[in-house]
């Protein structure tokens, strides 16, 4: 393995969509700063005045779903009270010059995970996780049928308030929208244009070479050893149907992305036994996060195969997946003002951080 001492200074570009690229820098790392403290986290079992406990059904919008149907709940939906898009648009369109505008119309609502107030996912027992994301197939499903308008049904978690979570009560949530989001777009696009001149999905290529690649490559002049890439050596965890990999060009310190290892375009295809072992492997993968970086802060968001548009058959060139982002780090001038991320923690340096935690005695999962 390379050297850990020796700094990394490298633009990586994202094999999927080529135009993103991340300056991985860690030298960056060693600069003089404040101290870093992991938030607090509410783990209460039960807080009185929070809306999502049980007990205090009355103080959020009607029920849309529960799990189980009978019985006390340990998973609920319903509507946002505060939604960034309403269902009573008409989808409209406005023009006025080079401003254009379309009606804010779509469907925002609250996935409630547990009864629990403060569990975390790496907490949870792996059939309660699978039922939330049995939750997570069936509502997308509901909201595609229901409106024929809605292209893109986006599920995902924001976890701590460094991530955008207004509530402590540990919840995820879905946002249906009549447009597919542009990095959505992005990455079926430039999936279909490899496709198209390889035949083969860019996704699988990807999990092929992180469980069969390795190479050496040599400076040329001296002959010493300038990168060396070991089978496995971004695979932080397997399951017997998923794979969770560190990405060659990670835009987040210690992102992680969740796939199926047999190639799937769409998540609403998935079977119940998917689910169980994505359960399993999402928790193992976010127990090994919390163990590295403690009181993670994080956004995790499942990208799926989005309804209608003009993208023609992409069954088999899109590649579904789930990805983890902890939010360790603000973003800074350079990075907003470039829309080159920075990396201070070399991929290769994290996924073995990931991987060295020791899961063998945790019978959770």
């Known amino acids: 393995m390379q050297d850990q001492q020796q700094a990394i200074r490298e633009i990586r570009i ?12 860690t030298a960056r790392s060693m600069r003089p700063r404040e101290a870093e403290v992991p938030a607090p986290r509410d783990t209460r079992r039960h807080v009185d005045e929070c809306p999502f406990c049980t007990g205090n059904e009355d103080k959020t919008p009607p029920e849309i779903a529960r799990w189980p149907d009978d019985g006390p709940w340990q998973v609920r939906i319903v509507e946002n ?26 469907r925002h609502e609250v996935i409630i995970d547990h009864h629990r107030h403060g569990i975390a996912v790496h907490e949870m027992e792996p059939g309660h996780l699978a039922a939330v994301l049995r939750m997570y197939r069936r509502r997308m499903r509901e909201l595609y049928e229901m409106d024929p308008r809605l292209r893109y049904a986006l599920v995902f978690k924001n976890f701590g308030p460094a991530a955008g979570a207004s509530m402590a009560h540990t919840h995820s949530q879905i946002i249906a929208l009549p447009v597919v989001p542009q990095n959505v777009h992005d990455e079926v696009t430039h999936s279909k244009d490899y496709y198209d001149r390889h035949h083969r999905c860019i996704f699988c290529t990807l999990i092929d070479e992180a469980l069969t690649f390795e190479a050496t490559i040599y400076d040329r002049e001296s002959g010493r050893i300038v990168r060396r890439i070991g089978v496995g050596q971004y695979v932080i965890e397997r399951g017997e149907r998923f794979i969770a990999v560190k990405p060659f060009a990670s835009r987040y310190e210690w992102e992680v992305h969740i ?31 919390d163990a590295v970086i403690g009181g993670a802060q994080y956004n995790f968001f499942l990208h799926s195969a989005p309804r209608g548009g003009d993208y023609g058959d992409i069954r088999a060139s899109y590649h579904w997946h789930l990805e983890i982002c902890p939010r360790t780090s603000i973003p800074t001038g350079f990075e907003l003002g470039s829309g080159l991320f920075v990396n201070t923690i070399s991929p290769e340096q994290a996924a073995e951080r990931l991987r060295q935690v020791d899961l063998d005695n945790d019978d959770r999962g």
């Open 259 to 289: 796939l199926p290892l047999a190639h799937a375009s769409d998540f609403l295809d998935t079977e119940d036994a998917d689910l169980d072992d994505l359960a399993r492997v999402l928790r193992r993968t976010m127990a090994r996060l």
């Open 81 to 106: 009270l505060y939604p960034v898009l309403g269902s009573d648009g008409t989808t409209g369109g406005l023009v006025f010059g080079l401003q254009q505008a379309i009606d804010g119309y779509g």
């Open 14 to 25: 994202n094999p999927v969509v080529p135009s993103e690229s991340v300056l991985v820098a």
